[in-house]
């Protein structure tokens, strides 16, 4: 899907950019022309600001993209990374969050998660969104009212979103939903159908589709969401291989993997994204690549769930694209995303070097927004989406880089901390490290993660 429409403003405004990232290099004094919420032209080789041009000093990349999000698991964070335990008893404590919340409080967590996003320099998210309907089960007077809380939300944050409406229909292969889970479900793949062709596009907001899990969603009926996404030209996500118990219980249930369940029922293919991909077989990685399939990286959770580390550099070699998300938000630092792809590849093949910084920057920008379906999106050229980021160069992190080290140097050592300045689809949303539309948004996040307490 080619998806250019933005939520964009009718402004034109010039930037002097002191150095920007024009992947694969950094370039000195660049000038970007934005009309309409799009790049209109860019010019390199300009020594000083333009008349009338705002002047953002540091390194300037395109907007991140942060392509697998739970925007309420953010409630957790602080709670849940002490102690003994596995994905599964996490997955406890995360049930009781879900428990609490409620379109009102779901908008307010979610306004300021976003927000949160935006300072880090994230201009699209993917909201992997299964929680759907009130405690146990039943629907709300308007059966999209936590989607649509969620899209409102990135309006306010004033970033894109991807809302990836999520079937959920069963606790495990042949098993109904629990009672935590009955939240999730719409009881079938074919009403969860129903419910989300209500969903709309809008200038800020695409409708896309997802999986949970093999586990969650019948085999009989992956087709029914995989079709659904088709006819829609939406993308299609769905957390795959995250666990040894999943691919167990895969084996157990259909004598297959669950890539290549999804195979097998027509969900793989080059619109869809799968999220971890941790534990596959050398069958597995061939097949996502053949497909062309996607694959989302989530590091920062992955370790912080002991999942395990993924095949990142072998799913790229074999044709998968690799994008980034911060999932749990353990962090939301699509930077320590990108670079804990390359470390702990480090960690588990004894080598250095398996990304530049150049095609690190790329899964947390262009190959980001493709994974969301925003293709006009996250590169520094004519016609792009003008989204902004500028990362400081002084800070005690980045001190002493080198103009032409600046991308190695925001790759390897920059955090979240360090984005001054974001334009999102033509609109300055961060200025000089604030937020212009939620202004505090640490006492934003702290109101609304205090009323599920």
Known sequence: MTTTATGATDTKATYWLEHAWLDPTVEPGVVVEVADGHITEVRTEVDAPPAGATALYGLTLPGLANAHSHAFHRALRGTVQVGSGTFWTWRETMYSVADRLTPDTYHALACAVYAEMALAGITAVGEFHYLHHAPGGTPYADPNAMGEALIAAADEAGIRITLLDT?????????????????????????????????????????GAAVHSVRAVPADQLATVAQWAGRRGAPLHVHLSEQ?????????????????????????????????NTHLTHGDIALLGRTHTGTCMCPTTERDLADGIGPAARLQQAGSTLSLGSDSHAVIDMFEEARAMELDERLRTHIRGHWTAAALLRAATSDGHAALGWRGAGVLEPGAVADLVTVDLNSVRTAGTRPETAAQAVAFAATAADVTNVVASGRQIVRDGVHGRIGDVASALTEAISALR
């Not at 606790?171 to 062709?197: M, V």
């Not at 040894?244 to 869809?272: M, R």
Request: with cysteine; net charge negative; hydrophobic share 30%.
């Open 244 to 276: 040894p118990a999943e691919n167990e219980a895969c084996q157990a249930a259909h004598g297959c993997t669950p890539t290549q369940l999804l195979a097998d029922n027509g969900v793989l293919g080059p619109s869809t994204t799968g999220v971890h």
């Open 167 to 207: 079937a959920y229909v069963s606790s495990g292969f042949g098993k109904a939903p629990d009672h935590h889970q009955l939240r999730f479900s719409d009881g079938t793949a074919e009403a969860w159908a129903e419910r989300a062709s209500q969903l709309k596009d809008r200038p800020h907001a695409r409708i």
